[in-house]
């Protein structure tokens, strides 16, 4: 039960950090952020990811845009503001350190 919970905790932080790596290079659909975290083997179903995406968008980190779909009506596709752009080049420094110290408390826990 400990270690679930720890991992859900993890999961959370890792899914906002995720998506917003996702949209650094073009805007996504909803459905296709879905897949592509699926892809990644991070599974996130629509009640999950649209409250994030209206949380970030609130938080002026994302903004959205609609486009015409060539089947049904117009789609919300979703863009990192230039103020996520900034948030997001401090995540990713902070997870460069973060991943860097984990490794080295594996290395000395677990020596060859």
């Given at each position: 039960?400990?270690a679930?919970?720890?991992?859900?905790?993890?999961?959370?932080?890792?899914?906002?950090?995720?998506?917003?790596?996702?949209?650094?290079?073009?805007?996504?659909?909803?459905?296709?952020?879905?897949?592509?975290?699926?892809?990644?083997?991070?599974?996130?179903?629509?009640?999950?990811?649209?409250?994030?995406?209206?949380?970030?968008?609130?938080?002026?980190?994302?903004?959205?845009?609609?486009?015409?779909?060539?089947?049904?009506?117009?789609?919300?596709?979703?863009?990192?503001?230039?103020?996520?752009?900034?948030?997001?080049?401090?995540?990713?420094?902070?997870?460069?350190?973060?991943a860097?110290?984990?490794?080295?408390?594996?290395?000395?826990?677990?020596?060859?």
């Amino acid at each position: 039960m400990y270690a679930e919970n720890v991992k859900s905790q993890m999961r959370k932080g890792m899914l906002e950090y995720s998506i917003m790596l996702l949209l650094k290079e073009k805007p996504y659909y909803s459905s296709d952020i879905i897949e592509e975290l699926e892809e990644s083997n991070l599974i996130v179903v629509e009640g999950t990811l649209y409250p994030l995406l209206s949380r970030l968008k609130k938080e002026g980190m994302l903004d959205y845009e609609w486009q015409e779909s060539a089947v049904g009506p117009p789609r919300k596709y979703y863009k990192l503001t230039e103020s996520g752009r900034e948030a997001l080049a401090l995540l990713d420094e902070y997870y460069s350190r973060l991943a860097e110290s984990i490794a080295q408390i594996r290395e000395k826990s677990n020596p060859l």
